[in-house]
C-alpha cells in the first residue's frame, strides 16, 4: 500500500493536532503530517486565494505570512504551523491592511487571470514594510520571485512604485504640517 493509498485508520492514527492562528482567530485542527499549509488552507479551510503554481517553491503563487514573515506555502507543512500565526491574503484584505496596493493595482491594469495576484500583492506588502524607500529596481528585485504568466511586470512594478511614491508624498506633507 503506498502513502496515498493509507486505510482510513491509519490516516486516522497519522493525523497531528494542531493550535494555529489563522488570520488572528485561534483555531485547533488535525492534520496529516505531510500535508503543505497551503493545501490544508485552500482544502481544509477553504481559504483558496492562495494559489498552488509550481508546488516547488519558484512561482510564489502559494505566498503566505508565517509569524509576519513571507513564505512559500507549498514549502511548509501545516504541522510546522503549530502554535503560530498564518495570514492569508483573505486577512490581509479583510483588515484593510492592503486596500492601497489593490487600488493601486486595479488603477495600473496590474492583473489579468489574477492567478499571481495575492502572491505579489503579499510579496508588495512586505516591501512597503521593509523598505519604504525602495527604488524601482529594488521593487524590480524584491518581487522578482514572483512569477506573472499574462499582464507583465511593467503594470505591477508601477503600481507598487504608486503606493510608495504617495506614501512618500503623504509623509512628507504630514511633516510639513
Ligand atoms: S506553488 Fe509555491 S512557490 Fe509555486
Ligand atoms: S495576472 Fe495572470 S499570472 Fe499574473
Known amino acids: 500500500m503506498t502513502d496515498q493509498e493509507q486505510a482510513p485508520d491509519d490516516l486516522a492514527t497519522d493525523a497531528r493536532a494542531v493550535s494555529i492562528t489563522i488570520n488572528g482567530t485561534c483555531s485547533q485542527h488535525h492534520v496529516q503530517p505531510r500535508t503543505h499549509l497551503v493545501d490544508f488552507l485552500r482544502e481544509g479551510l477553504g481559504l483558496k486565494g492562495s494559489h498552488l503554481g509550481c508546488e516547488h517553491g519558484v512561482c ?48 495600473h491594469n496590474a492583473l489579468q487571470c489574477g ?48 503606493v510608495l511614491a504617495s506614501r512618500k508624498t503623504a509623509q512628507r506633507e504630514g511633516a510639513a504640517a
Open 115 to 162: 492567478f499571481c495576484t495575492s502572491g505579489m500583492l503579499m510579496a508588495a506588502h512586505e516591501l512597503l514594510e521593509k523598505n519604504p524607500d525602495a527604488n524601482r529596481e529594488q521593487v524590480r528585485e524584491w518581487i522578482s520571485g514572483n512569477y506573472c504568466r499574462c499582464t507583465g511586470y511593467q503594470a505591477i512594478v508601477d503600481a507598487i512604485c504608486d
Open 60 to 107: 510564489g503563487a502559494c505566498t503566505v505570512q508565517l509569524d509576519g514573515q513571507v513564505v512559500r506555502g507549498c514549502l511548509v507543512l501545516a504541522v510546522q504551523a503549530d502554535g503560530r500565526s498564518v495570514n492569508t491574503i483573505e486577512g490581509l484584505s479583510d483588515s484593510g491592511a492592503i486596500r492601497e496596493l489593490q487600488q493601486a493595482f486595479v488603477r
